[in-house]
Every structure is written in C-alpha cells, then in structure tokens.
Nanobody
Framework: QVQLVESGGGLVQAGYSLRLSCAAS?????MGWFRQAPGKEREFVAA????????LYADSVKGRFTISRDNAKNTMYLQVDSLKPEDTAVYYC???????????????????WGQGTQVTVSS
C-alpha cells in the first residue's frame, strides 16, 4: 500500500505563493492534485504523468499553478502562485498504481490518496 503525505499548506494573503509537496512511500505511476472547499465536491487541480513530461491543469488554475515531480525522491510538488480567496480548500494528492483509461481529472482513476493539507487565502 503506497502512502502519500502532503505538506506545505498554510494561511496566506491573496497574491502570495505556496509550494505544496506530496511524498510517496514508493514510486508511483501518474499523480495528481485535487482540492475540496467546504460544502463542495472534491475537484481536479492538476495531474502529471509518470515521467513528469506531460501535465494537465484545470482551467481555474492554469497559468498560476505548476505541477512537477522528482522521481528520485518519490515526491510531487504543486507551486501555487497568485493565490486567490477562492483557492481556499484542503488540497489532496493522489496517485495511480498503473495505467488507467480514466481521464487524469477523474478522481475515480486514482488508487492512493493523502490526508490533505489546508490552504487558506485571505483577501
């Protein structure tokens, strides 16, 4: 069972940046970030292929968030810039154990989940 541990969340003012990390206990296939705001469904944020060469972003974060991974460290990152109050949510990392035909933005395609890290953006 792969374990995922997120870190890097916090309370920041609008316009500021954070760097979220997701450390995996072993090498995984493709990975992704999702977020869930109070009273809302968990939504897709970004995804990255196993090699790190292919990335995908939700329209709401495109141009502000950057996903990356360091396979030597079994760690994935999410650089979040120009934060807005509407980015406030618990951010979860997720990983696939193998190739899936489900789209990268579909949370049903992920086999492992972290416990989440809170990001709060004040206006």
């Amino acid at each position: 069972q792969v374990q995922l541990v997120e870190s890097g969340g916090g309370l920041v003012q609008a316009g500021y940046s954070l760097r979220l990390s997701c450390a995996a206990s072993e090498r995984t296939f493709s990975m992704g970030w999702f977020r869930q705001a109070p009273g809302k469904e968990r939504e897709f944020v970004a995804a990255i292929s196993a090699s790190g060469l292919t990335t995908l972003y939700a329209d709401s974060v495109k141009g502000r968030f950057t996903i990356s991974r360091d396979n030597a460290k079994n760690t994935m990152y999410l650089q979040v810039d120009s934060l807005k109050p509407e980015d406030t949510a618990v951010y979860y990392c997720a990983a696939r154990r193998a190739y899936s035909t489900l789209p990268a933005g579909n949370r049903a395609g992920y086999d492992y989940w972290g416990q989440g890290t809170q990001v709060t953006v004040s206006s």
